[in-house]
Structure formats: structure tokens, C-alpha cells
């Protein structure tokens, strides 16, 4: 079964895609444009169709190729990620891809503002996410990805 093998992981707005891309032009890494920030293995919708889900993906782009790259900027914030990818791949290997937390955390600020998914101020933001943090057992997925600016940094 052609299946990841490593796996890009480093933070949110650190240039992971750029860094993914740039690695998906080398011969010998296959590296689908489609499995780049790809939660699998954060997202109970996609974990529970099975291993057999990213198989399908990845046999179309499959050439042999001796490293095959998966990336979510998310497998370093949630840790059970970490736990499934070890269970599928004991010997996974892992690229962490950084950034000075206080910056990475205002670009991540900037980039939700744009995306217009951000109508509060960076002040107003960072109370909102103390909340969420102290109710994390009500908070989504998609609200810890996005408007968790300073614990992603942690």
C-alpha cells in the first residue's frame, strides 16, 4: 500500500506550503498538492474512513518515488496526530518547520482578517481564545485550527 511515510508538521504561517512544495519537486519525493494540509489525522470525518482513504489518494500521484509526504500545520498543535500517525507508521519520520511564536502568531491574526474569517480586534482575538482554551472540551476543531493565535505558538 502506498501510504505517507513522512510527514511536514511544522506551525501555522512558518511557509510549510512553500516548504512542501519546493521538497514535492525533488524526484524522489511524491508529494500530491492535494494531501497538503490535509487533516487526516485530526479530523474524526476523514481518520474514520480508514487508512484505505489516503491509499486511494495517493495511488494517482505515486511513482515510485521513496519518500511520500503528507502536511497538516495542525499535527503540531493536536496531539492525538501525533498518536495516530504513530500507529500507522511506527517509523515515520517528522519535519517541524518553526517561527518566532509572537510574529507566526500575528501573521496567523492578519491571515484570518483577510480571509475575512476574523472581525475582532488582535486584543479582542486573544481574550476569545483564552476562552476557548478554558472550554476546549466545547470548542471545535475548526476554532482551535483558527483562532487559537498565541497557544499555537506554545
Not at 17 to 23: D, E, G, K, P, R
Not at 106 to 118: D, T
Request: aromatic share 16%.
Amino acid at each position: 500500500m502506498i501510504l505517507p511515510n513522512t510527514f511536514l508538521i511544522g506551525a501555522q504561517k512558518a511557509a510549510t506550503t512553500s516548504f512542501y512544495n519546493w521538497l514535492g519537486q525533488h524526484p524522489d519525493i511524491c508529494a500530491p498538492a492535494s494531501m497538503k494540509d490535509f487533516p487526516f489525522f485530526i479530523h474524526k470525518k476523514y481518520y474514520d474512513k480508514g487508512i484505505e482513504h489516503l491509499y486511494d489518494i495517493y495511488k494517482l500521484e505515486y511513482s515510485k518515488e521513496k519518500i511520500i509526504l503528507q502536511g497538516s500545520v495542525q499535527y503540531i498543535y493536536f496531539p492525538e496526530a501525533f498518536e495516530r500517525i504513530k500507529k500507522f507508521n511506527p517509523d515515520a519520520k517528522f519535519i517541524a518547520i518553526l517561527r518566532n511564536p509572537v510574529e507566526r502568531a500575528f501573521s496567523a491574526y492578519q491571515y484570518q482578517r483577510k480571509m475575512r474569517n476574523e472581525v475582532l480586534s488582535f486584543k479582542e482575538a486573544i481574550n476569545r481564545e483564552n476562552e476557548l482554551i478554558d472550554n476546549l472540551d466545547k470548542a471545535s476543531i475548526e476554532e482551535l485550527s483558527n483562532f487559537t493565535y498565541l497557544d499555537h505558538g506554545m
